[in-house]
């Protein structure tokens, strides 16, 4: 987001590419993206594929875990345990087969401040010295959140929709990312934003300065027009699940009052557990067309960086 100075025209543009796909398909030629994953994936594996592949990139992929050596991240560790490689070297490796990385790292919801230093991608982009993306970090997930913009831009009915993240109930710890990026980004494309979730779910201010907190869901879903709903554990208790006595389970009921919401989710989604099927499957619901737009997401962004390095050379 930090890199994102007009979000407007981010947007616009990752619209134009939805029209025209195959438009820069040349752009890529001879180039290579690394995609690094730490952690499953289905829509970012896939969508940052075709992305790529749209323009025209080379797309080479790793598992680290299932095929890559084990990394080491501390700083002068003695490597006498289970890593195998520091990632000054797994890094640097990357750094020279691929002109871009893409790395997709969660955090591991045990020490707060070791995850929000976001350790693994600061030392990618330390020490790859080509440019890295992140497919969701320990703390963000940034192009989910301008694919989510996209589609509120091709869905919004008025300039000044009423927005409302919703936390949602889960039977795991889940990270903050989405619900930090979704915040974030909604706030700097100057969205009216409104954060509903029980208490002790409080997000990190660094993200949600300038939104309406509200912990009624039914009086934050009041007039919304999109509702983001995402389940993520505490921030404050960090990585728990707190106890919750309300129902937080959305349902048809819980939107009467809304202005004919939206709904949104990520994915994926726990059905009837976060929200119901008679949702997921209404013709409110934007799922489908928010992960069809996380191609054109991050194909905006690729575009972009392959334009910037192709003019350093
Ligand atoms: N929304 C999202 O990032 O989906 P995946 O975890 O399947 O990539």
Not at 115 to 142: G, N, R
Not at 256 to 280: G, Q, S, Y
Not at 287 to 295: F, L, M, P, S, T
């Amino acid at each position: 987001m930090k890199d994102v100075h007009n979000p407007a025209e981010l947007i616009s543009e990752g619209l134009s590419l939805k029209c025209n796909p195959l438009k820069y398909l040349h752009l890529g030629k001879n180039k290579s993206i690394g995609l690094v994953f730490f952690n499953s994936s289905l829509r970012t594996r896939l969508s940052t594929q075709k992305a790529a592949l749209n323009l025209g990139l080379n797309v080479m992929l790793i598992n680290i875990g299932a095929d890559g050596w084990s990394i080491e991240f501390e700083d002068g560790a003695v490597m006498n345990n289970t890593s195998v490689e520091h990632i000054k070297d797994a890094a640097a490796m990357l750094g020279i087969y691929c002109d871009i990385l893409a790395i997709r790292c969660f955090p591991g919801l045990q020490n707060r401040e070791l995850d929000y230093e976001e350790k693994i991608l600061q030392q990618f982009i330390k020490y790859s010295k080509v440019p890295v993306i992140s497919m969701e970090s320990a703390t963000l997930h940034p192009l989910q959140s301008l694919a989510d913009m996209i589609t509120i831009a091709e869905f919004k009915k008025n300039k000044s929709p009423k927005i409302v993240l919703t936390w949602a109930p889960h039977i795991k710890p889940l990270p903050q990312a989405v619900a930090n990026s979704f915040s974030e980004w909604t706030l700097h494309c100057g969205y009216n934003l409104t954060i509903t979730h029980p208490e002790g779910y409080e997000l990190n201010k660094q993200f949600t300065e300038g939104a309406n907190i509200e912990y009624n869901q039914q009086k934050a879903l009041e007039n919304a027009d999109f509702v983001y709903v995402k389940n993520w554990s505490s921030f404050q208790d960090y990585g728990k699940i707190l106890p919750v006595n309300e129902n937080w389970l959305l349902n048809n009921e819980s939107l009467k009052n809304t202005n004919n919401a939206k709904i949104m989710h990520c994915l994926p989604v726990r059905r009837n557990v976060e929200l119901t099927d008679e949702l997921l499957d209404s013709e409110t619901s934007l799922i489908h067309h928010q992960a069809e737009n996380r191609i054109y997401a991050t194909q905006i962004v690729l575009k972009k960086i392959i334009e910037s390095i192709s003019n350093e050379g």
